[in-house]
């Protein structure tokens, strides 16, 4: 599955699926993918809606939380925060993003919508894509995570710049 570049998407119905089968959590889960995903998106066997601007008969199944998983674009999940938002809040109980560094910039339209208006109490990023050697990008995805653990991007780069603080600097341990 990994070479054909389902990988993520593998390993994320075996989450769902645990989580259904053992933890007898049935969701709703809401996966939030690139519009290029839901072009190739196949049959998931559970009971899953895919919401768009064309399929508004879903809304009335949304909002009454009668599905398990919610594949829904970047595009949607801003542009229908009004009605998403409300499953996320009330509903939902895991949000999974996928291509999660896209979130790595704190300012960007969707970390900004997702952290303002969906409050679902576990999140998931998936990423494919390496860490570069920035701590607010690094920061910006953690506090998407666990928003009550890292709030501060100050905060967080001094606790890591802390332990590197004396590099370079000679200290004179005998007189």
Not at 56 to 64: C, D, E, M, N, Y
Not at 96 to 122: F, S, W
Not at 132 to 139: I, S, T, V
């Amino acid at each position: 599955a990994d070479e054909m570049g389902l990988g993520k998407t593998i390993q994320t119905i075996a989450l769902i699926t645990y989580l259904m089968e053992n933890k007898r959590l049935n969701g709703p889960y809401v996966i939030i993918v690139p519009l290029s995903s839901v072009a190739a998106c196949f049959y998931i066997n559970f009971h899953t809606s895919v919401c768009s601007h064309r399929e508004r008969a879903f809304i009335p199944q949304l909002r009454s939380g009668k599905f398990n998983v919610l594949i829904t674009t970047y595009e949607y999940i801003i542009k229908d925060k009004h009605v998403l938002a409300k499953v996320c809040v009330c509903l939902c109980v895991y949000m999974i993003v996928d291509e999660g560094h896209r979130m790595k910039n704190h300012h960007c339209k969707l970390t900004q919508v997702l952290n303002t208006h969906y409050l679902a109490p576990r999140r998931v990023l998936l990423t494919g894509t390496p860490l570069q050697n920035k701590l607010p990008e690094l920061w910006a995805l953690l506090n998407f995570l666990l928003p009550t653990i890292f709030k501060s991007c100050s905060t967080f780069e001094q606790w890591f710049n802390a332990p590197f603080a004396m590099t370079g600097e000679k200290v004179r341990l005998f007189n």
